[in-house]
Protein backbone atom coordinates (compact mmCIF):
# COMPACT_ATOMS: atom_id res chain seq x y z
CA UNK A 1 0.00 0.00 0.00
CA UNK A 2 2.22 2.75 -1.31
CA UNK A 3 -0.31 5.69 -1.59
CA UNK A 4 -1.34 7.81 1.01
CA UNK A 5 1.49 8.38 3.70
CA UNK A 6 4.10 6.28 2.02
CA UNK A 7 3.73 8.50 -1.33
CA UNK A 8 3.98 11.48 0.70
CA UNK A 9 7.56 10.49 1.95
CA UNK A 10 8.60 9.78 -1.56
CA UNK A 11 10.65 12.57 -3.59
CA UNK A 12 6.93 13.48 -5.47
CA UNK A 13 4.12 13.24 -3.74
CA UNK A 14 0.59 14.21 -4.40
CA UNK A 15 -1.19 16.55 -3.16
CA UNK A 16 -2.64 15.00 0.33
CA UNK A 17 -5.76 16.12 0.56
CA UNK A 18 -7.94 13.45 1.58
CA UNK A 19 -11.44 13.38 2.09
CA UNK A 20 -11.96 10.96 5.02
CA UNK A 21 -13.86 11.55 7.90
CA UNK A 22 -11.01 11.86 10.59
CA UNK A 23 -8.23 12.57 8.70
CA UNK A 24 -8.09 15.30 6.09
CA UNK A 25 -4.17 15.34 4.91
CA UNK A 26 -2.37 12.57 3.96
CA UNK A 27 0.81 14.17 6.40
CA UNK A 28 -1.27 13.44 8.84
CA UNK A 29 -0.50 9.77 9.03
CA UNK A 30 3.18 10.61 8.72
CA UNK A 31 2.22 12.91 11.52
CA UNK A 32 1.75 9.63 13.42
CA UNK A 33 4.28 7.95 12.18
CA UNK A 34 6.42 9.99 13.58
CA UNK A 35 5.15 10.44 17.06
CA UNK A 36 5.26 6.83 17.18
CA UNK A 37 8.91 5.85 16.28
CA UNK A 38 10.88 9.06 15.51
CA UNK A 39 10.96 11.41 12.28
CA UNK A 40 10.84 10.16 9.33
CA UNK A 41 13.08 10.97 6.49
CA UNK A 42 11.69 13.43 3.56
CA UNK A 43 12.26 13.11 0.12
CA UNK A 44 13.48 9.44 0.85
CA UNK A 45 15.28 7.24 -1.80
CA UNK A 46 13.01 5.06 -3.78
CA UNK A 47 14.20 1.62 -2.15
CA UNK A 48 13.65 3.42 1.60
CA UNK A 49 10.52 1.26 2.28
CA UNK A 50 11.79 -2.33 1.57
CA UNK A 51 14.44 -1.98 3.99
CA UNK A 52 16.45 -5.23 5.21
CA UNK A 53 13.85 -6.82 2.79
CA UNK A 54 15.60 -5.89 -0.70
CA UNK A 55 18.86 -8.30 0.59
CA UNK A 56 16.27 -11.19 1.67
CA UNK A 57 14.77 -11.23 -1.34
CA UNK A 58 17.81 -11.11 -3.68
CA UNK A 59 19.29 -13.67 -1.44
CA UNK A 60 16.88 -16.13 -2.18
CA UNK A 61 17.14 -15.41 -6.06
CA UNK A 62 13.44 -15.96 -6.67
CA UNK A 63 12.40 -16.42 -10.60
CA UNK A 64 9.49 -13.88 -9.99
CA UNK A 65 8.50 -11.18 -7.48
CA UNK A 66 4.55 -10.54 -7.49
CA UNK A 67 2.65 -8.25 -5.29
CA UNK A 68 -0.92 -6.99 -4.48
CA UNK A 69 -0.62 -3.12 -5.41
CA UNK A 70 -2.83 -1.67 -3.41
CA UNK A 71 -3.35 1.94 -4.60
CA UNK A 72 -4.35 4.65 -7.64
CA UNK A 73 -1.31 5.49 -9.60
CA UNK A 74 -2.75 8.90 -10.66
CA UNK A 75 -2.20 12.81 -10.15
CA UNK A 76 -5.48 13.30 -11.03
CA UNK A 77 -8.66 12.02 -11.35
CA UNK A 78 -11.65 12.07 -8.85
CA UNK A 79 -12.07 10.44 -5.35
CA UNK A 80 -14.65 8.29 -5.44
CA UNK A 81 -17.09 8.28 -2.61
CA UNK A 82 -15.61 4.84 -0.53
CA UNK A 83 -14.26 7.31 2.26
CA UNK A 84 -10.61 5.94 2.15
CA UNK A 85 -8.55 6.66 -0.84
CA UNK A 86 -4.94 5.95 -1.89
CA UNK A 87 -3.05 7.15 -4.75
CA UNK A 88 0.51 7.46 -5.99
CA UNK A 89 2.12 9.89 -8.04
CA UNK A 90 3.39 8.17 -11.25
CA UNK A 91 7.01 9.52 -10.72
CA UNK A 92 6.73 7.94 -7.51
CA UNK A 93 7.02 4.63 -9.37
CA UNK A 94 10.81 4.26 -8.61
CA UNK A 95 9.56 2.64 -5.30
CA UNK A 96 8.06 -0.42 -7.00
CA UNK A 97 10.96 -0.92 -9.37
CA UNK A 98 13.18 -0.78 -7.09
CA UNK A 99 12.43 -3.75 -5.74
CA UNK A 100 12.48 -5.28 -9.19
CA UNK A 101 8.74 -6.17 -9.16
CA UNK A 102 7.66 -8.65 -11.76
CA UNK A 103 4.03 -8.52 -11.91
CA UNK A 104 1.43 -6.37 -9.87
CA UNK A 105 -1.85 -7.56 -9.41
CA UNK A 106 -4.75 -4.95 -9.16
CA UNK A 107 -7.89 -6.50 -8.41
CA UNK A 108 -8.46 -5.14 -5.06
CA UNK A 109 -10.50 -2.03 -3.50
CA UNK A 110 -8.21 0.58 -3.53
CA UNK A 111 -6.95 0.71 -7.40
CA UNK A 112 -9.57 3.08 -8.41
CA UNK A 113 -9.67 4.90 -5.48
CA UNK A 114 -9.53 7.90 -7.74
CA UNK A 115 -12.22 7.35 -10.65
CA UNK A 116 -11.85 5.27 -13.80
CA UNK A 117 -9.32 7.96 -14.91
CA UNK A 118 -7.04 6.85 -11.85
CA UNK A 119 -7.07 3.33 -12.67
CA UNK A 120 -6.16 3.30 -16.25
CA UNK A 121 -3.27 6.38 -15.20
CA UNK A 122 -2.14 3.19 -13.18
CA UNK A 123 -2.04 0.66 -15.59
CA UNK A 124 -0.72 3.09 -17.99
CA UNK A 125 2.19 3.96 -15.59
CA UNK A 126 2.60 0.34 -14.89
CA UNK A 127 3.04 -0.59 -18.42
CA UNK A 128 5.18 1.90 -18.99
CA UNK A 129 7.87 0.29 -16.60
CA UNK A 130 7.67 -3.03 -18.00
CA UNK A 131 6.21 -4.18 -15.11
CA UNK A 132 3.25 -6.97 -15.98
CA UNK A 133 -0.13 -6.31 -14.63
CA UNK A 134 -3.09 -8.54 -13.84
CA UNK A 135 -7.03 -8.24 -12.53
CA UNK A 136 -7.56 -4.34 -13.87
CA UNK A 137 -7.68 -2.65 -17.21
CA UNK A 138 -9.50 -0.59 -19.58
CA UNK A 139 -12.16 -2.87 -20.21
CA UNK A 140 -13.67 -6.40 -19.18
CA UNK A 141 -10.91 -7.81 -21.90
CA UNK A 142 -8.23 -6.60 -20.22
CA UNK A 143 -9.63 -6.97 -16.73
CA UNK A 144 -9.60 -10.72 -17.11
CA UNK A 145 -6.00 -11.25 -19.08
CA UNK A 146 -3.71 -12.94 -16.75
CA UNK A 147 -0.43 -11.56 -16.37
CA UNK A 148 2.09 -13.81 -18.61
CA UNK A 149 5.75 -14.48 -17.09
CA UNK A 150 8.37 -16.27 -18.50
CA UNK A 151 11.49 -17.94 -17.19
CA UNK A 152 14.57 -18.05 -19.33
CA UNK A 153 14.05 -21.58 -20.01
CA UNK A 154 10.43 -21.09 -21.63
CA UNK A 155 8.65 -22.22 -18.54
CA UNK A 156 5.75 -19.28 -18.18
CA UNK A 157 3.85 -18.66 -15.18
CA UNK A 158 0.01 -17.51 -15.31
CA UNK A 159 -0.99 -14.84 -12.59
CA UNK A 160 -4.69 -14.28 -12.94
CA UNK A 161 -6.52 -11.98 -10.53
CA UNK A 162 -9.96 -11.79 -9.00
CA UNK A 163 -11.35 -9.16 -6.61
CA UNK A 164 -14.65 -9.77 -4.51
CA UNK A 165 -16.90 -7.55 -3.03
CA UNK A 166 -16.64 -9.22 0.41
CA UNK A 167 -13.17 -7.43 0.68
CA UNK A 168 -14.95 -3.63 0.00
CA UNK A 169 -14.79 -3.85 -3.65
CA UNK A 170 -17.43 -1.63 -5.25
CA UNK A 171 -19.83 -3.57 -7.56
CA UNK A 172 -19.81 -0.17 -9.89
CA UNK A 173 -15.67 -1.21 -9.97
CA UNK A 174 -16.47 -4.48 -12.15
CA UNK A 175 -14.71 -3.82 -16.01
CA UNK A 176 -17.66 -3.75 -18.51
CA UNK A 177 -17.00 -3.40 -22.52
CA UNK A 178 -15.54 0.01 -23.10
CA UNK A 179 -15.55 0.62 -18.76
CA UNK A 180 -12.45 0.66 -16.76
CA UNK A 181 -12.21 -1.61 -13.80
CA UNK A 182 -11.15 -4.66 -12.18
CA UNK A 183 -12.00 -8.35 -12.80
CA UNK A 184 -14.98 -8.89 -10.69
CA UNK A 185 -16.16 -11.63 -8.71
CA UNK A 186 -19.19 -12.10 -7.46
CA UNK A 187 -19.34 -15.11 -6.17
CA UNK A 188 -17.68 -18.20 -5.15
CA UNK A 189 -20.47 -20.74 -6.98
CA UNK A 190 -19.88 -24.02 -9.06
CA UNK A 191 -20.83 -21.71 -12.13
CA UNK A 192 -18.02 -19.33 -11.20
CA UNK A 193 -15.18 -21.91 -10.86
CA UNK A 194 -16.73 -23.13 -14.23
CA UNK A 195 -16.09 -20.01 -15.91
CA UNK A 196 -12.55 -19.40 -14.25
CA UNK A 197 -11.42 -23.05 -15.58
CA UNK A 198 -12.61 -22.05 -18.82
CA UNK A 199 -10.79 -18.72 -19.07
CA UNK A 200 -7.77 -20.33 -17.72
CA UNK A 201 -7.98 -22.92 -20.94
CA UNK A 202 -8.09 -20.75 -23.23
CA UNK A 203 -4.77 -19.11 -21.64
CA UNK A 204 -2.67 -22.48 -20.30
CA UNK A 205 0.31 -24.53 -22.25
CA UNK A 206 1.29 -27.76 -20.92
CA UNK A 207 3.77 -27.08 -18.85
CA UNK A 208 2.46 -23.71 -17.43
CA UNK A 209 1.99 -22.93 -13.63
CA UNK A 210 -1.15 -21.22 -13.07
CA UNK A 211 -1.83 -18.43 -9.81
CA UNK A 212 -5.00 -16.93 -8.94
CA UNK A 213 -4.79 -14.12 -6.72
CA UNK A 214 -7.63 -13.14 -5.06
CA UNK A 215 -8.78 -10.07 -3.07
CA UNK A 216 -11.77 -11.81 -0.39
CA UNK A 217 -12.61 -10.96 2.86
CA UNK A 218 -12.53 -8.23 6.23
CA UNK A 219 -9.50 -6.97 7.39
CA UNK A 220 -8.97 -8.06 10.73
CA UNK A 221 -9.68 -11.55 12.10
CA UNK A 222 -8.45 -15.17 12.07
CA UNK A 223 -11.59 -16.77 10.53
CA UNK A 224 -11.18 -18.81 7.25
CA UNK A 225 -15.00 -18.56 5.92
CA UNK A 226 -16.06 -21.90 4.75
CA UNK A 227 -16.94 -20.40 1.08
CA UNK A 228 -13.23 -19.54 1.14
CA UNK A 229 -11.83 -22.62 1.75
CA UNK A 230 -14.33 -24.74 -0.47
CA UNK A 231 -13.49 -22.59 -3.67
CA UNK A 232 -9.92 -22.56 -3.11
CA UNK A 233 -9.97 -26.32 -3.10
CA UNK A 234 -12.71 -26.16 -6.31
CA UNK A 235 -10.03 -23.93 -8.34
CA UNK A 236 -7.10 -26.61 -7.33
CA UNK A 237 -9.10 -29.58 -7.74
CA UNK A 238 -11.39 -28.67 -10.90
CA UNK A 239 -9.33 -25.68 -13.01
CA UNK A 240 -5.55 -27.35 -12.24
CA UNK A 241 -4.63 -24.01 -10.49
CA UNK A 242 -1.40 -24.08 -8.93
CA UNK A 243 -1.28 -21.81 -6.04
CA UNK A 244 -4.07 -19.59 -4.45
CA UNK A 245 -2.53 -15.96 -3.36
CA UNK A 246 -5.14 -14.83 -1.04
CA UNK A 247 -5.34 -11.09 0.35
CA UNK A 248 -7.19 -8.39 2.48
CA UNK A 249 -6.22 -8.72 5.39
CA UNK A 250 -3.88 -6.68 7.54
CA UNK A 251 -2.35 -8.98 9.28
CA UNK A 252 -1.45 -12.90 7.79
CA UNK A 253 -3.63 -15.76 8.05
CA UNK A 254 -3.57 -19.76 7.96
CA UNK A 255 -2.14 -21.41 4.90
CA UNK A 256 -2.92 -24.76 3.79
CA UNK A 257 -1.80 -27.32 1.18
CA UNK A 258 -4.28 -29.09 -0.09
CA UNK A 259 -3.64 -32.03 -3.04
CA UNK A 260 0.40 -30.34 -2.75
CA UNK A 261 -1.04 -26.64 -4.04
CA UNK A 262 -0.58 -23.90 -1.75
CA UNK A 263 -3.32 -21.78 -0.64
CA UNK A 264 -2.15 -18.84 1.14
CA UNK A 265 -5.77 -17.69 2.71
CA UNK A 266 -4.63 -14.11 3.84
CA UNK A 267 -0.86 -12.99 3.04
CA UNK A 268 -1.11 -9.61 5.07
CA UNK A 269 0.46 -6.40 4.21
CA UNK A 270 3.85 -6.01 3.67
CA UNK A 271 4.04 -2.10 3.27
CA UNK A 272 1.42 0.59 4.32
CA UNK A 273 0.88 3.91 6.60
CA UNK A 274 -0.82 2.42 9.61
CA UNK A 275 2.15 2.91 11.87
CA UNK A 276 0.63 4.74 15.10
CA UNK A 277 -2.65 3.89 13.86
CA UNK A 278 -4.24 2.15 17.27
CA UNK A 279 -6.76 -0.20 17.66
CA UNK A 280 -5.91 -3.44 16.36
CA UNK A 281 -2.84 -4.17 18.59
CA UNK A 282 -3.52 -7.93 19.36
CA UNK A 283 -3.05 -8.63 15.78
CA UNK A 284 0.41 -6.97 15.75
CA UNK A 285 -0.32 -5.24 12.33
CA UNK A 286 3.48 -4.02 12.23
CA UNK A 287 4.73 -7.88 11.49
CA UNK A 288 4.66 -8.58 7.90
CA UNK A 289 5.86 -11.30 5.53
CA UNK A 290 7.91 -12.27 2.74
CA UNK A 291 6.55 -15.64 1.41
CA UNK A 292 8.95 -17.57 -0.92
CA UNK A 293 6.88 -20.49 -2.78
CA UNK A 294 9.32 -23.27 -4.30
CA UNK A 295 7.25 -25.14 -7.04
CA UNK A 296 8.37 -28.09 -8.72
CA UNK A 297 9.02 -27.29 -12.09
CA UNK A 298 8.04 -30.48 -13.57
CA UNK A 299 4.91 -31.88 -10.91
CA UNK A 300 3.82 -28.21 -10.14
CA UNK A 301 3.54 -29.25 -6.64
CA UNK A 302 4.65 -27.13 -3.75
CA UNK A 303 8.50 -28.42 -2.39
CA UNK A 304 9.00 -25.35 0.16
CA UNK A 305 7.59 -22.38 1.51
CA UNK A 306 9.70 -19.97 3.90
CA UNK A 307 8.46 -16.74 5.48
CA UNK A 308 10.32 -13.94 6.31
CA UNK A 309 9.29 -11.47 9.17
CA UNK A 310 9.84 -7.99 9.11
CA UNK A 311 9.00 -5.30 11.73
CA UNK A 312 7.39 -1.77 10.24
CA UNK A 313 8.94 0.74 11.55
CA UNK A 314 9.37 4.81 10.10
CA UNK A 315 7.65 3.06 6.85
CA UNK A 316 10.54 0.81 6.65
CA UNK A 317 10.71 -3.04 6.38
CA UNK A 318 13.50 -3.69 9.19
CA UNK A 319 14.21 -7.47 9.72
CA UNK A 320 12.29 -8.60 12.24
CA UNK A 321 13.86 -10.09 16.21
CA UNK A 322 13.58 -13.71 17.29
CA UNK A 323 10.80 -12.81 19.66
CA UNK A 324 8.74 -10.93 17.18
CA UNK A 325 9.69 -13.64 14.64
CA UNK A 326 8.56 -16.27 17.34
CA UNK A 327 5.08 -14.41 17.97
CA UNK A 328 4.28 -14.96 14.03
CA UNK A 329 5.69 -18.51 13.86
CA UNK A 330 3.42 -19.60 17.33
CA UNK A 331 0.55 -17.74 15.97
CA UNK A 332 0.68 -19.09 12.57
CA UNK A 333 1.15 -22.73 13.55
CA UNK A 334 -2.04 -22.16 15.55
CA UNK A 335 -3.57 -20.81 12.39
CA UNK A 336 -2.08 -23.91 10.49
CA UNK A 337 -3.28 -26.59 12.99
CA UNK A 338 -6.58 -26.55 11.75
CA UNK A 339 -5.27 -28.36 8.14
CA UNK A 340 -3.09 -30.84 10.03
CA UNK A 341 -0.03 -28.20 9.13
CA UNK A 342 2.82 -26.88 12.02
CA UNK A 343 5.08 -23.67 11.81
CA UNK A 344 8.35 -23.87 13.32
CA UNK A 345 11.02 -21.01 13.51
CA UNK A 346 14.22 -22.32 11.81
CA UNK A 347 17.83 -20.78 12.90
CA UNK A 348 17.98 -17.69 11.41
CA UNK A 349 14.46 -16.63 12.38
CA UNK A 350 12.62 -17.31 9.76
CA UNK A 351 9.68 -19.77 9.75
CA UNK A 352 9.14 -22.77 7.25
CA UNK A 353 5.49 -24.76 6.70
CA UNK A 354 5.35 -28.51 7.61
CA UNK A 355 2.64 -30.15 5.89
Known sequence: MT??????????????????????????????????SGEIPRAAPYDYIWGDALDEIDRREPDFRIVNLETSITADGMPEAKGI????????????TAAEVDC??????????????????????????????????????????P????????????????????????????????????????????????????????????GDLVVVSIHWGLNWGYDIPNGHRNFAH?????????????????HPLGIEVHAGKPILYGCGDFINDYEGISGYEAFRPDLALGYFLDIDDRTRRLRAIEMVPFHLRKFRLE???????????????????RFGHTVRLTEDDALALSW
Open 234 to 250: SLVDEAGVDVVHGHSSH
Open 319 to 337: RASRADAGWLGTMLDRECR
Open 147 to 206: AVLTLAAGTRLLVFAFACPSSGVPVHWAAEIGRPGVNFLADFSRHAVQDIDRTLEQWRRP
Open 85 to 96: NYRMHPDNLGCI
Open 104 to 145: CVLANNHVADWGPNGLKDTVQALGRTGIATSGAGVNAEEAAR
Open 3 to 36: GRGIDQILPHPCDPTLYEPNMRSALGYVDLADRK
